[in-house]
C-alpha cells in the first residue's frame, strides 16, 4: 500500500514536471507524413542523379530548398543569398610513365595511389636494398636516391614500417616490393577503384614522396635480372648490387568544384544573438556506372530523410513565428554539401561560419532518420541518439526530458559508447561542431541493407517514423530556444 502510494506521488511530481507547452504541439503538428513525403519524392527521385556534390543533381537539390526557404520568408543570410559557396577541389587520377633503361613499365606492372607532381620526367640512380634492415641501411646510401626494397609482408602494405624507415632516410622515390602475388593483386584492384573522384577543401599539394608497389616480377626487371638473384645479395652483400638506372614522372591534375551549403535564418526575439544549428546533408554518391541495373543512389534515408526532416523543422518554426510564437533564440537551418566526400561543407561553416561560432548554442544534425536497421525490426519507434552528454550534461538532461514529454520514442545509445568500434560520432557533420565545443546531438536510424546503394528508395522509407522523429528534433529545439538559460558546456568532449 504504501509503496503504491509512494509510487503515486512520484509519478505525479513527473506530470508536473513535465508538463506539455500547447504551442510546441501544435506547430510540431505541422510535421506531417504528407509533407515530409511530397518533398522527398522531389528530392530522392531519378531525376536528381544521386545528388553528387558538384554535379547538376546537387544543384536541383540546393534550387528546391532554397525556395523552400524563401517560400517560407526565412532570411538570407549569406549577402542575401541562401547559398554559401564552398570551393572544393577535385583532383583527377595523376599521369604515371616509369622508365628503365628505355623500356617503359606496363601499368599493371606497378601500383600507383597518386603522390607529388614531379613537373616532368626525374631520372635518378636505383638502389637495392633488400628487405630494409638496420644493417642494409646502414649499408647503402639511399638519400635522394631511388630505392628499391621489399615490404615487410607481416604489416600493413600502406603503412609498411621499411617504407617510414627508407624516408627518413631520405629516399626520393621507394619502389616498394610486394612479395605476396595475392597482396599485389588486392592492391592492383584497390588502385583502380581509388583514381579519380575525390573531391577536398584544400587544393591538392605534393608533399609525400612517391612511391610506387612492384610485384617480384618487375622489381627483377628494374635491375635487369630476376628477383631470385637479386634477393641473393641480402645483408651486408646488398652493396655490391650495382645501381641501375630509372626514370619517372607524376603529373597530378587539379580542378575546381563548385558546391554550396544552403542557409535559412529565422530571427529570434529576446536572445536572437544566439543560435540553435539544424543541420542535415543534402548530397548523396551519384551514380554508380558500373552497378547492375538501377544505377542512380537516390539516398532516399542517407539522407533525404534528414534534409526534409530540416525543411519541415524550418516550415513549423515559421509558422510559429509568424502566429506569434517567435523562439526567443534564433535558429539557422542549415542543408550541407560534400558530406560524402569527407564532412567538407559543414567543415568549411565552421572554418568560414556566417554566425559566430561563440554564439552557436547547439548544433542539432540529422543523417538517416527514414528507416530501421535489422536491430529495430520490431522494437517501439526509436532512434539512435549520439553525443547529446558529451559536451553539455544540461543538452543531455533536456534531450532526454522532452522525449518523454512528447514524442516518446526509445533512444538507443549504442553508438554513442565512446569504444564502439564504428565511431559514429565522428561520422557526420555534427563533427565539425563538436570539434569547436558546441554541444550536439546527432539522431541517425542505423546501418541497414540498402545503405550507399541505389536500393536506397523513397517507397522504402517509413513515414510514420520519419515524422516522429523529426518531432522530436523539433521539440527538443523548442526547449533549446526557449529556455532562459544557454546550455552549459561542462565536459570536455572527445
Ligand atoms: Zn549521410
Given at each position: 500500500?504504501?509503496?503504491?502510494?509512494?509510487?503515486?506521488?512520484?509519478?505525479?511530481?513527473?506530470?508536473?514536471?513535465?508538463?506539455?507547452?500547447?504551442?510546441?504541439?501544435?506547430?510540431?503538428?505541422?510535421?506531417?507524413?504528407?509533407?515530409?513525403?511530397?518533398?522527398?519524392?522531389?528530392?530522392?527521385?531519378?531525376?536528381l542523379?544521386?545528388?553528387?556534390?558538384?554535379?547538376?543533381?546537387?544543384?536541383?537539390?540546393?534550387?528546391?530548398?532554397?525556395?523552400?526557404?524563401?517560400?517560407?520568408?526565412?532570411?538570407?543570410?549569406?549577402?542575401?543569398?541562401?547559398?554559401?559557396?564552398?570551393?572544393?577541389?577535385?583532383?583527377?587520377a595523376?599521369?604515371?610513365?616509369?622508365?628503365?633503361?628505355?623500356?617503359?613499365?606496363?601499368?599493371?606492372?606497378?601500383?600507383?595511389?597518386?603522390?607529388?607532381?614531379?613537373?616532368?620526367?626525374?631520372?635518378?640512380?636505383?638502389?637495392?636494398?633488400?628487405?630494409?634492415?638496420?644493417?642494409?641501411?646502414?649499408?647503402?646510401?639511399?638519400?635522394?636516391?631511388?630505392?628499391?626494397?621489399?615490404?615487410?609482408?607481416?604489416?600493413?602494405?600502406?603503412r609498411n614500417?621499411?617504407?617510414?624507415?627508407?624516408?627518413?632516410?631520405?629516399?626520393?622515390?621507394?619502389?616498394?616490393?610486394?612479395?605476396?602475388a595475392?597482396?599485389?593483386?588486392?592492391?592492383?584492384?584497390?588502385a583502380?577503384?581509388?583514381?579519380?573522384?575525390?573531391?577536398?577543401?584544400?587544393?591538392?599539394?605534393?608533399?609525400?614522396?612517391?612511391?610506387?608497389?612492384?610485384?617480384?616480377?618487375?622489381?627483377?626487371?628494374?635491375?635487369?635480372?630476376?628477383?631470385?638473384?637479386?634477393?641473393?645479395?641480402?645483408?651486408?652483400?646488398v652493396a655490391?648490387v650495382?645501381?641501375a638506372?630509372?626514370?619517372?614522372?607524376?603529373a597530378?591534375?587539379?580542378y575546381?568544384?563548385?558546391?554550396?551549403?544552403?542557409?535559412?535564418?529565422?530571427?529570434?526575439?529576446?536572445?536572437?544573438?544566439?543560435?540553435l544549428?539544424?543541420?542535415?546533408?543534402?548530397?548523396h554518391?551519384?551514380?554508380?556506372?558500373?552497378?547492375q541495373?538501377?544505377?542512380?543512389n537516390?539516398?532516399?534515408?542517407?539522407?533525404?530523410?534528414?534534409?526534409?526532416?530540416?525543411?519541415?523543422?524550418?516550415?513549423?518554426?515559421?509558422?510559429?513565428?509568424?502566429?506569434?510564437?517567435?523562439?526567443?533564440?534564433?535558429?539557422?537551418?542549415?542543408?550541407?554539401?560534400?558530406?560524402e566526400?569527407?564532412?567538407?561543407?559543414?567543415?568549411?561553416?565552421?572554418?568560414?561560419p556566417?554566425?559566430?561560432?561563440?554564439?552557436?548554442?547547439?548544433?542539432?544534425?540529422?543523417?538517416?532518420?527514414?528507416?530501421?536497421?535489422?536491430?529495430?525490426?520490431?522494437?517501439?519507434p526509436?532512434?539512435?541518439?549520439?553525443?547529446?552528454?558529451?559536451?553539455s550534461?544540461?543538452?543531455?538532461?533536456?534531450?532526454?526530458?522532452?522525449?518523454?514529454?512528447?514524442?516518446?520514442?526509445?533512444?538507443?545509445?549504442?553508438?554513442?559508447?565512446?569504444?564502439?568500434?564504428?565511431?559514429?560520432?565522428?561520422?557526420?557533420?555534427?563533427?565539425?561542431?563538436?570539434?569547436?565545443?558546441?554541444?550536439?546531438?546527432?539522431?541517425?536510424?542505423?546501418?541497414?541493407?540498402?545503405?550507399?546503394?541505389?536500393?536506397?528508395?523513397?517507397?522504402?522509407?517509413?513515414?510514420d517514423?520519419?515524422?516522429?522523429?523529426?518531432?522530436?528534433?523539433?521539440?527538443?529545439?523548442?526547449?533549446?530556444?526557449?529556455?532562459?538559460?544557454?546550455?552549459?558546456?561542462?565536459?570536455?568532449?572527445?
Amino acid at each position: 500500500m504504501k509503496k503504491i502510494l509512494l509510487l503515486g506521488l512520484w509519478a505525479t511530481s513527473i506530470v508536473a514536471f513535465a508538463q506539455q507547452n500547447p504551442a510546441a504541439v501544435k506547430y510540431a503538428a505541422t510535421i506531417t507524413e504528407k509533407n515530409l513525403k511530397d518533398d522527398l519524392s522531389i528530392l530522392a527521385s531519378d531525376a536528381l542523379e544521386g545528388r553528387e556534390t558538384g554535379k547538376r543533381g546537387q544543384k536541383m537539390a540546393a534550387a528546391f530548398i532554397a525556395a523552400h526557404f524563401q517560400d517560407l520568408g526565412l532570411k538570407a543570410p549569406v549577402n542575401g543569398s541562401y547559398y554559401q559557396p564552398v570551393p572544393l577541389y577535385g583532383s583527377a587520377a595523376p599521369t604515371v610513365t616509369i622508365k628503365t633503361g628505355t623500356t617503359e613499365l606496363r601499368a599493371d606492372e606497378y601500383v600507383s595511389f597518386g603522390g607529388s607532381d614531379t613537373g616532368g620526367p626525374v631520372t635518378l640512380p636505383l638502389v637495392y636494398l633488400g628487405a630494409g634492415t638496420a644493417e642494409e641501411l646502414a649499408k647503402v646510401d639511399v638519400k635522394d636516391k631511388a630505392v628499391l626494397v621489399a615490404l615487410d609482408p607481416t604489416a600493413s602494405m600502406m603503412r609498411n614500417p621499411t617504407l617510414t624507415a627508407v624516408r627518413e632516410k631520405g629516399a626520393k622515390v621507394i619502389f616498394a616490393i610486394v612479395e605476396k602475388a595475392e597482396d599485389f593483386q588486392r592492391f592492383s584492384g584497390m588502385a583502380r577503384n581509388f583514381r579519380g573522384g575525390g573531391v577536398s577543401l584544400r587544393k591538392p599539394a605534393g608533399g609525400a614522396p612517391n612511391a610506387f608497389f612492384v610485384s617480384t616480377e618487375t622489381a627483377g626487371k628494374l635491375f635487369n635480372t630476376t628477383y631470385d638473384k637479386l634477393k641473393k645479395s641480402a645483408g651486408a652483400k646488398v652493396a655490391k648490387v650495382k645501381p641501375a638506372q630509372v626514370s619517372y614522372s607524376v603529373a597530378v591534375s587539379a580542378y575546381e568544384v563548385k558546391s554550396e551549403n544552403v542557409l535559412g535564418f529565422l530571427e529570434g526575439t529576446d536572445k536572437k544573438d544566439e543560435v540553435l544549428v539544424i543541420t542535415a546533408h543534402y548530397d548523396h554518391i551519384g551514380i554508380s556506372p558500373n552497378a547492375q541495373g538501377d544505377k542512380i543512389n537516390n539516398g532516399a534515408d542517407d539522407d533525404g530523410s534528414g534534409t526534409v526532416g530540416v525543411l519541415a523543422l524550418a516550415k513549423a518554426f515559421a509558422q510559429a513565428k509568424q502566429e506569434g510564437h517567435t523562439p526567443r533564440r534564433s535558429i539557422l537551418f542549415m542543408t550541407v554539401t560534400g558530406e560524402e566526400k569527407g564532412l567538407l561543407g559543414s567543415e568549411y561553416y565552421s572554418e568560414n561560419p556566417v554566425y559566430p561560432l561563440d554564439k552557436t548554442v547547439v548544433n542539432l544534425n540529422i543523417d538517416m532518420i527514414g528507416r530501421r536497421d535489422p536491430q529495430h525490426k520490431d522494437s517501439a519507434p526509436y532512434v539512435y541518439v549520439i553525443g547529446s552528454d558529451r559536451l553539455s550534461s544540461e543538452l543531455h538532461t533536456l534531450s532526454e526530458t522532452t522525449n518523454k514529454t512528447y514524442t516518446n520514442l526509445l533512444f538507443d545509445y549504442t553508438y554513442n559508447a565512446e569504444d564502439h568500434p564504428d565511431r559514429i560520432y565522428y561520422r557526420s557533420d555534427h563533427w565539425n561542431f563538436a570539434k569547436k565545443n558546441i554541444p550536439i546531438i546527432f539522431y541517425f536510424d542505423g546501418i541497414h541493407e540498402d545503405y550507399h546503394k541505389p536500393s536506397d528508395e523513397v517507397d522504402k522509407i517509413e513515414f510514420d517514423l520519419l515524422a516522429k522523429r523529426t518531432q522530436t528534433v523539433f521539440y527538443a529545439a523548442w526547449e533549446i530556444a526557449n529556455r532562459d538559460g544557454r546550455l552549459v558546456v561542462d565536459k570536455a568532449g572527445k
